[in-house]
């Protein structure tokens, strides 16, 4: 009995398995943000979505052999993906109003950078111009009209900080993320019916707080990769805003 549940494996979900969920989860925000009629529920699931990209951006922000070459393909990502976000959330060509998640993501990693050699130097000079630096970062968050502004560049933040799988990291990361998403990007609030009859208000960005379950059950894993993966994972984004573009234009006459 012993041996057994000595070599049990504990569940867990790989880079690769984050990814695909979270661009599940993004496309059911998405399509309800687009398409005439949809429900409610898919905007609900796609606060997950969020947070698990921010995960796997600082993740990957620690993985990579080439930071350099890292952000530069989130940089091409960003500038590739501007028109069909435009397209998709405006219908016009330009849309200064509101900018992709690639560019919040860009954002948080120049913070990361500063963050991460004041990490290595510990010096009070280093630590007040990470300080700065973050600073800056959440108030361009805002000024770019990037999305999710500086609660975005935030969360990522979060997740870079206390990364790890101990009990005290997990419970900053919870902690964090009910203050970002509850008390600061707050949102929308909906009425659920209740089994015995009346009403309970839930904040709808507060849903954001599940994506800890399938993150803390990341271990290190990667999982399938290679070019075609790499190629799935930075061009679904994109592409599926084009699609969604095309199909409401469509239904719309």
């Not at 925000?29 to 969020?50: C, K, Q």
């Not at 659920?192 to 849903?207: A, E, K, R, V």
Request: proline letters at 4%.
């Amino acid at each position: 009995m012993e041996n057994t549940l000595k070599h049990r494996r504990i569940p867990d979900i790989s880079s690769f398995g984050l990814h695909l969920l979270a661009m599940a989860l993004m496309l059911c925000d998405h399509m309800w943000a687009t398409l005439p009629y949809a429900p409610m529920v898919l905007t609900a699931l796609g606060r997950i979505a969020f947070p698990i990209f921010a995960f796997l951006i600082a993740e990957g922000h620690a993985r990579t052999r080439d930071l350099r070459q890292y952000r530069k393909r989130l940089l091409l990502l960003a500038v590739v993906t501007e028109l069909p976000f435009n397209l998709m959330c405006s219908g016009s060509i330009l849309y200064p109003f509101h900018q992709n998640v690639i560019w919040t993501f860009l954002l948080a990693s120049v913070c990361i950078g500063f963050v991460q050699k004041a990490q290595e130097k510990k010096t009070i000079s280093a630590i007040l111009k990470a300080c700065g630096v973050v600073l800056l970062g959440y108030l361009a968050g805002y000024v770019l009209f990037v999305d999710y502004h500086g609660e975005g560049v935030l969360t990522v933040l979060v997740f870079w900080l206390f990364r790890g799988g101990r009990w005290w990291q997990m419970l900053a990361q919870a902690a964090c993320l009910y203050w970002i998403n509850v008390e600061m990007l707050k949102g929308v609030t909906i009425e659920l019916p209740l089994p015995g009859g009346g009403t309970m208000d839930l904040l709808l960005q507060s849903l954001a707080l599940l994506a800890l379950i399938p993150i803390w059950l990341y271990r290190g894993r990667q999982g399938p990769h290679g070019k075609t993966v790499k190629l799935i994972n930075y061009g679904f984004y994109p592409v599926h805003m084009l699609i969604l573009w095309l199909v409401a234009l469509v239904t719309t006459f």
